[in-house]
T-cell receptor
Framework: AQSVTQPDIHITVSEGASLELRCNYSYGATPYLFWYVQSPGQGLQLLLKYFSGDTLVQGIKGFEAEFKRSQSSFNLRKPSVHWSDAAEYFCAVGARHSGGFKTIFGAGTRLFVKA | NAGVMQNPRHLVRRRGQEARLRCSPMKGHSHVYWYRQLPEEGLKFMVYLQKENIIDESGMPKERFSAEFPKEGPSILRIQQVVRGDSAAYFC??????????????FGEGSWLTVV
C-alpha cells in the first residue's frame, strides 16, 4: 500500500522569500503524485501532478515540484511567496488497486506568510 | 457550476441522529471518493465508488457508516446514530474512469458536520 509523509507540520516564510515543502512517498511501483492546496473552510484545489515524463512539473499559481525517484520525494517549490499563498498544502500519491485507483494524502503542511 | 457539488455545506446533528451527506460528481465523472478530515488532521480515505458499485471501502468505519452511488442521483454518505467524534469535514471527490496514465481527483467544497 502507498503512503505519504510530509515532515513539516507548519512552515513560516517571509513574503517574497522562496518556499520548499517536503514530501516523501512510499510505493513499490511508479507513483502518481499530486500537490493540492486548501484554504480555510474550502475544498482542495489541485496545484500540479506528476504521472510520467519530465520530472520537474509546473503548476498553477507559480508552483513547481520535482520528482526524485532516488529519494522517493516530490517537493513543492515556489521562488517568491505571496501573502495569498498562506494555506494548507497536501501531497498525495495515487496508485492502482484491484478495481480502481486510490489516492492517499499526507497529513499536510500549513504555510504561514509573514510580512 | 461544473464542479463537484456537495450538500449540505454545514450540518448540525444531535447525538444519536442520522446524517446524510450528498455529492454530485463533475459532469462526465463516473467515480466518487469520500474523505474525512478531522480538525488539525489530514484527509483520511473512506470509500471509493462507481455507479451502483463499491470499489474500495477499506477506510470506512465498520459500524454506522455507509455509502452508495445509485444509478440515478448523487452519492450519499450516511452516518447513523452520530457521536461527537463524527464531527469533521467530509470531502467528496470525483474522477473519470481511471486511465492507463493515471487518475486525477477533483474535490468538492466539503460538508462540515457538527454533532452536539
Amino acid at each position: 500500500a502507498q503512503s505519504v509523509t510530509q515532515p513539516d507540520i507548519h512552515i513560516t516564510v517571509s513574503e517574497g522569500a522562496s518556499l520548499e515543502l517536503r514530501c516523501n512517498y512510499s510505493y513499490g511501483a511508479t507513483p502518481y503524485l499530486f500537490w493540492y492546496v486548501q484554504s480555510p473552510g474550502q475544498g482542495l484545489q489541485l496545484l500540479l501532478k506528476y504521472f510520467s515524463g519530465d520530472t520537474l512539473v509546473q503548476g498553477i499559481k507559480g508552483f513547481e515540484a520535482e520528482f526524485k525517484r532516488s529519494q522517493s520525494s516530490f517537493n513543492l517549490r515556489k521562488p517568491s511567496v505571496h501573502w495569498s499563498d498562506a494555506a494548507e498544502y497536501f501531497c498525495a500519491v495515487g496508485a492502482r488497486h484491484s478495481g480502481g485507483f486510490k489516492t492517499i494524502f499526507g497529513a499536510g503542511t500549513r504555510l504561514f506568510v509573514k510580512a | 457550476n461544473a464542479g463537484v457539488m456537495q450538500n449540505p455545506r454545514h450540518l448540525v446533528r444531535r447525538r444519536g441522529q442520522e446524517a446524510r451527506l450528498r455529492c454530485s460528481p463533475m459532469k462526465g465523472h463516473s467515480h466518487v471518493y469520500w474523505y474525512r478530515q478531522l480538525p488539525e488532521e489530514g484527509l483520511k480515505f473512506m470509500v471509493y465508488l462507481q455507479k451502483e458499485n463499491i470499489i474500495d471501502e477499506s477506510g470506512m468505519p465498520k459500524e454506522r457508516f455507509s455509502a452508495e452511488f445509485p444509478k440515478e442521483g448523487p452519492s450519499i454518505l450516511r452516518i447513523q446514530q452520530v457521536v461527537r467524534g463524527d464531527s469533521a469535514a467530509y470531502f467528496c471527490a470525483s474522477s473519470p474512469m481511471p486511465g492507463r496514465t493515471g487518475n486525477t481527483i477533483y474535490f468538492g467544497e466539503g460538508s462540515w458536520l457538527t454533532v452536539v
